[in-house]
């Protein structure tokens, strides 16, 4: 399968500075990409969907400006965590897929903590 | 909301095979069977998925009942690495924005 692969790993930050997360498809080109989030014991939740050179859409109850999505070329995707703070703790996964009708890889996700 | 529901846990003995159950009776007539696994602090995986025949790939084989509302995933051979969370999702679009649910803990003993 192809590779997705997100950095960095694990990411800690004070509260109110604000956290860049890439995800990055590695040997194919990614038109779209979805962003997900997982509190401990939880299940994934979808955020948002990344199409490249477009704004992207968020899932009800994300806040845009908050979390913001660039997906500027076909291999890579950011999320920004914008004036963090303890609450948005939580391992953010992206996934990557070459189009709409073909299957989406996952990145091995990013753990983020923020003190 | 997920459309897939799953026990919550299940265990196996290890070199066993491991049935895990899915039900999906709202599944529409376009929409796939996919199974992801998770591995803890780890992105899901990908297992298999299929339509409406049953489905074997080296890793599980899938079975879907002939009305499509469940489905059970097999892993053969069950071993202490298959331990994780396995998740059964339907939809439409080839392993696009999935609505996960809690998924079914699989711990594998020794």
């Known amino acids: 399968g192809a590779v997705v692969s997100q950095h960095p790993s694990w990411v800690i930050c004070k509260s109110g500075t604000s956290v860049k997360i890439e995800c990055r498809s590695l040997d194919f080109q990614a038109t779209t990409m979805f962003w997900y989030r997982q509190f401990p014991k939880q299940s994934l939740m979808l955020m948002a969907t990344s199409n490249e050179g477009s704004k992207a859409t968020y899932e009800q109850g994300v806040e845009k400006d908050k979390f913001l999505i660039n997906h500027a070329s076909l291999t890579l995707s950011t999320l920004t965590v914008t004036s963090a703070h303890p609450e948005d703790s939580s391992f953010y996964i992206c996934?990557?897929?070459?189009?709409?009708?073909?299957?989406?890889?996952f990145g091995q996700g990013t753990r983020l903590t923020v003190v | 909301d997920a459309k897939t529901t799953q026990p919550p846990s299940m265990d196996c003995a290890e070199g066993r095979a491991a049935n895990l159950p899915c039900n999906h009776s709202?599944?529409?007539?376009?929409?796939?069977v996919y199974w992801y696994r998770q591995i803890h602090s780890q992105g899901p995986q990908y297992i298999i998925h299929g339509l409406k025949n049953n489905e074997t790939n080296e890793m599980a084989s899938l079975i879907i009942t002939e009305d499509r509302k469940s489905s059970t995933l097999i892993l053969p051979h069950a071993t202490l690495r298959d331990t994780a969370v396995y998740y059964c999702?339907?939809?439409?679009?080839?392993?696009?924005?999935?609505?996960f649910g809690p998924g079914t803990r699989l711990s594998v003993l020794p």
């Open positions: 999702i339907t939809g439409e679009n080839y392993g696009q924005n999935f609505v």
């Open positions: 996934s990557a897929s070459r189009s709409l009708n073909t299957e989406a890889f």
């Open positions: 709202t599944i529409s007539g376009n929409e796939y």
